[in-house]
């Protein structure tokens, strides 16, 4: 098996020190499950919240990703619709981000992790 790059391992949720473990439990397409992490790491038990409340910063990404997300679609809605009724863009933009919370969850964690978590790769794992 190739080992995987530093952007495939957030790509595809997994561990930053063995890059083969899963950082969340679940299938994101799981509506009620999909935001639940291990606490280790199943493969080499790299305890993922480097310290206490260290997923808070992931918040802070996630908002602004959500922010530049609402902005995108209303441009879009601007432009393909030919500037329709304020109800419009209300209705496709909430519909939007709400479908994309999932997404912007994981990744947010997955990249606060791998970028500030301090945690360098080991390919002898």
């Known amino acids: 098996m190739a080992e995987l790059s530093s952007t495939g391992a957030i790509l595809q949720c997994k561990c930053p020190q063995c ?4 950082i969340f439990k679940h299938s994101i397409l799981n509506p009620f499950k999909y935001a639940e992490l ?3 790491c199943p ?10 409340g260290f997923f808070i910063g992931a918040m802070y990404l996630g908002y602004g990703v959500s922010i530049a997300l609402m902005v995108n679609c209303l441009v879009a809605i601007y432009v393909i619709f030919d500037d329709p009724s304020m109800l419009t863009y209300l209705w496709i933009t909430a519909l939007i981000t709400v479908v ?7 990744y947010s964690r997955a990249l606060v992790l791998h970028l500030f978590g301090g945690i360098k790769y080991d390919s002898t794992l």
């Open 38 to 40: 291990y606490e280790n």
């Open 100 to 106: 994309m919370i999932p997404l912007n969850f994981r």
């Open 43 to 52: 493969h080499c038990g790299l305890e993922y919240e480097v310290e206490p």
């Open 19 to 22: 890059r083969k473990g899963n």
